[in-house]
């Protein structure tokens, strides 16, 4: 089955300055690559995602990069904010029922 | 929409006990997903449903039992509560196959004492 790595575990960084999240997976049929953002004690959200077809893909000040090649899909987020801080969780998905998060990154922006 | 709900937000448990946990969301999808996450720890899928009548399960099932009778509804069943189920217990929905985007409902909390 699907394997989800993610790294660092955890991520400190200095307001304005930017996050790097990387994941790798290991079922090639997957297709569907989503991250989210939960904060503590809330339902996770789906910040951005991307579909095998396309490399990249960018929403202000976030972007994920993918490399079907390497199996590896990055999350990147510029000009970080404090209310960036939160764990950030990669999946995978092949379609249908499959879905395969990874373990998660807490991300702290210092001031 | 309320989109995906879930019931109770809280709920302690004495070893042995059973109790449901409620999902319903009101969009009109057919795919429907239990999830745990345990302390620090990523989402586990427990067991999914294509449609009403149909239930699978995911990677960690056991001690679980799930029906889906109505497209709305996707209670969760623990029969014999042990520690090692106390977790945070989420419940998603997508519209179906061709649709990617998962909703996530807001979590039950269950401790097993």
């Known amino acids: 089955g699907e394997n989800v790595e993610q790294h660092p575990s955890t991520l400190s960084v200095q307001e304005g300055d930017s996050a790097v999240i990387k994941c790798t997976y290991s079922d090639s049929a997957s297709n569907y690559f989503p991250w989210y953002k939960q904060e503590l004690g809330k339902r996770p959200q789906l910040i951005i995602d991307i579909r095998s077809n396309v490399g990249e893909k960018k929403d202000q000040r976030i972007a994920v990069t993918l490399n079907k090649t390497a199996k590896h899909f990055s999350l990147h987020i510029t000009e970080t904010q404090p209310e960036d801080s939160a764990v950030y969780f990669c999946?995978?998905?092949?379609?249908?029922?499959?879905?395969?998060f990874g373990p998660g990154t807490r991300l702290s922006v210092l001031p | 929409n309320a989109g995906v709900t879930q019931t109770p937000k809280f709920r302690i448990l004495k070893i042995g006990q059973s109790m449901t946990l409620q999902c319903a969301q009101d969009m009109n999808h057919n795919y429907m997903y239990w999830y745990r996450q345990d302390p620090g720890m990523g989402l586990k899928l427990i067991y999914y449903?294509?449609?009403?009548?149909?239930?699978d399960k995911g990677e960690v099932p056991n001690g679980y039992n799930v029906s889906r009778s109505t497209t709305e509804d996707f209670p969760l069943r623990l029969e014999l509560a042990a520690p090692s189920q106390t977790s945070v217990y989420f419940c998603?929905?997508?519209?179906?196959?061709?649709?990617?985007?998962?909703?996530f409902g807001p979590g039950t909390r269950l401790t097993v004492l």
């Open positions: 999946a995978a998905s092949s379609g249908g029922q499959n879905f395969v």
């Open positions: 449903s294509v449609g009403a009548g149909i239930t």
């Open positions: 998603a929905s997508k519209a179906g196959l061709s649709t990617d985007t998962q909703y």
